[in-house]
């Protein structure tokens, strides 16, 4: 199994690195989407074309991908290019709460805003006992994925319907 890790990178890298070793700790699993500050830092001399390239690659690349989801996630301009990259290659998308886990200062952090669709499964990393049942998670949503992509076509047209309704008045 192997999973994209979608984060807010600034605020949750040491959180995110929590969760993956977690993750990793489990045989058979691998994980993509995950570089070192250093990584990144020549990535973005690189330019943007080059970061939007190496997200495409490792999204293709994961069989699921979990969205890390701290205090400031929610309308990261690359969260939400990984985003829009799972739904458009059809992978399957969980979330999971982090905000309990500690940053490199040692603190924890509030809870945040999911910025997925209510069609996608949400767990918490410390409630939840994710160390535990990530990949079970992960397993789920890859054996789901049809029903999930069915929900959520259903859950946009809502949405739109919605919207012209609302023009309409």
Request: with cysteine; net charge negative.
């Amino acid at each position: 199994m192997r999973v994209f890790f979608s984060f807010y990178f600034t605020a949750d890298h040491t959180r995110a690195a929590q969760v993956m070793q977690d993750f990793l700790s489990h045989p058979g699993t691998q994980a993509t989407g995950f570089i070192s500050p250093d990584e990144l830092a020549e990535m973005a001399q690189a330019g943007l074309p080059a970061i939007y390239a190496w997200i495409e690659r490792e999204v293709a690349a994961a069989d699921v991908v979990v969205v890390l989801i701290g205090a400031e996630t929610r309308g990261r301009h690359f969260v939400e290019f990984e985003l829009a990259c799972a739904q458009r290659q059809q992978k399957p998308i969980i979330g999971l709460a982090v905000h309990t886990l500690k940053d490199a200062d040692g603190q924890t952090s509030q809870p945040g805003d999911s910025p997925l669709f209510p069609v996608y499964s949400h767990y918490d990393h410390h409630a939840d006992d994710g160390a535990q049942h990530l990949l079970e998670w992960a397993q789920s949503a890859l054996a789901s994925q049809p029903a999930t992509l069915g929900q959520l076509q259903a859950f946009l047209h809502q949405l739109n319907t919605a919207a012209h309704a609302h023009r309409a008045l």
